[in-house]
């Protein structure tokens, strides 16, 4: 009986020594709540403000012209990096997924969304006055809206907005391009492509079949033939 009374003994002055431990400031921490009085500083202001000159990470933007479009107050009309196959196909895919819904994979302004009754329609990328656009007039109207647009500069990084921009400008090249556009060499007019089914709207996609290399031989189709025979 002695012998667990003094093993009670030490097991409740072991958990004193422990709790004994534990300061409050472990709990509660020295520190200053936003806006509170302070009398560290001789304005008894907590918040101190920014250092002058900081900026937030990310939020450097010395490139203005890459991250508005504008030169001062206008739009500028180059694009802040070299346009390649990469940049359209990622322009492509971009706009594709963002502005064709009610602009159209065209650009004609003929998307799902119209087409389904919506009752304001956009203008066609296609139209004088928007073939006449400066490039960075598109980049803000992307940034910020217009209209009953929303802006997409949250859904959309700038350096994609831009490619999104080449490629309206490769769509409306496509509707208005002349001869003295083709480069040297290539066919002029190009032969239409061969499509599966319906021809496609505005809204969907045509179906293109692969092209068989072998098969648009002069004579390839005379030797499949007699392969097969």
Not at 131 to 144: E, H, M, W
Request: glycine letters at 10%; proline letters at 11%.
């Amino acid at each position: 009986m002695a012998r667990l009374r003094e093993i009670s003994f030490i097991a409740a002055l072991g958990g004193l020594l422990l709790l004994s431990g534990c300061r409050l400031d472990m709990q509660v921490q020295p520190k200053q709540n936003p806006l509170a009085r302070s009398d560290f500083f001789p304005d008894q202001r907590s918040e101190r403000p920014p250092v002058e000159g900081a900026v937030a990470r990310g939020q450097l933007h010395a490139d203005t012209y890459f991250y508005s479009g504008k030169i001062g107050s206008s739009p500028g009309d180059y694009m802040p990096f070299p346009v390649t196959k990469e940049v359209l196909e990622r322009g492509r895919e971009r706009y594709n997924i963002y502005c064709s819904p009610c602009h159209s994979l065209v650009g004609d302004g003929n998307g799902f969304i119209p087409s389904r009754g919506f009752s304001i329609k956009p203008p066609s990328y296609h139209i004088p006055r928007l073939q006449k656009a400066p490039l960075g007039y598109f980049f803000d109207v992307i940034s910020n809206g217009f209209g009953i647009m929303p802006d997409y500069r949250s859904q959309i990084p700038p350096e994609d907005r831009w490619k999104i921009v080449a490629y309206v400008k490769a769509l409306q090249l496509s509707q208005s391009a002349t001869r003295a556009d083709v480069p040297a060499g290539q066919e002029f007019p190009s032969p239409p492509p061969n499509f599966h089914g319906t021809m496609g709207s505005g809204a969907t996609l045509p179906t293109i079949p692969s092209v068989n290399v072998e098969a648009t031989e002069p004579g390839s189709a005379e030797r499949g033939a007699e392969e097969k025979k």
